[in-house]
């Protein structure tokens, strides 16, 4: 009678990246529901954080930006700061355009690549890709009105993004040995590997509504 595997997790790992890619997948409609209440500087900072896909670019960038040299750390991190608050200050004038899953699902697909072969190929590339990872996150934050409650909501998803980033970066950057290298790798590659799951769940709820 052969064996059966006393792993019981190898029969879960097939499962788990569609599970996360379902996860990640934004519910724009509900999340500025929930945070009507809380003020409009806090609802940026609250959707953010509770934002899976854009936690995902953030901590892809953050490990691209690891094996970049360090004088560049804070010049990524001012990008996502100023590029995030543009996004959402413009969030009322892109309506919907601004929530795209599929544009969300491929900046994952694009940084967690770079970060997963360690791409070296310059600062323009990744500040380039950090600043639209910015416009696009913090366009996803939605409209909360208009004048000054909305330039709170862009204020506090920017800070947000540019402290997640931050943090990331602290934590790649001590992570300076070889195994802490190829880890931050392995990472990287299920992001892109989720990023191209959710692609693939946009497009056919693209061509089933079609």
């Known amino acids: 009678m052969p064996e059966r595997d006393a792993r019981p997790g190898h029969a879960f790992l097939p499962w788990l990246l569609p599970a996360l890619a379902v996860w990640l997948a934004p519910r724009p409609a509900a999340a500025h529901t929930l945070f009507q209440g809380v003020g409009s500087l806090w609802s940026g900072v609250a959707h953010l954080l509770t934002s899976p896909a ?11 930006t690891s094996f970049q040299d360090f004088r560049l750390d804070p010049r990524v991190i001012a990008a996502t700061l100023a590029a995030t608050f543009a996004g959402g200050a413009i969030a009322p004038v892109l309506g919907a355009a601004g929530e795209s899953a599929p544009l969300g699902a491929a900046l994952m697909l694009l940084i967690g690549l770079a970060a997963a072969a360690r791409l070296r190929i310059g600062a323009a590339p990744v500040i380039g890709l950090a600043s639209v990872g910015g416009l696009v996150g913090g366009a996803a934050g939605g409209s909360v009105g208009s004048g000054l409650p909305q330039i709170l909501s862009a204020l506090g998803g920017s800070l947000a993004g540019a402290s997640v980033l931050s943090y990331g970066l602290l934590g790649a950057r001590r992570l300076d040995a070889e195994w802490g290298r190829i880890a931050l790798r392995a990472a990287a590659s299920w992001i892109a590997a989720i990023g191209l799951m959710m692609l693939a769940f946009a497009w056919v709820q693209g061509t089933g509504s079609g």
């Open 54 to 64: 854009q936690l995902a670019f953030l901590v892809g960038l953050a490990i691209w």
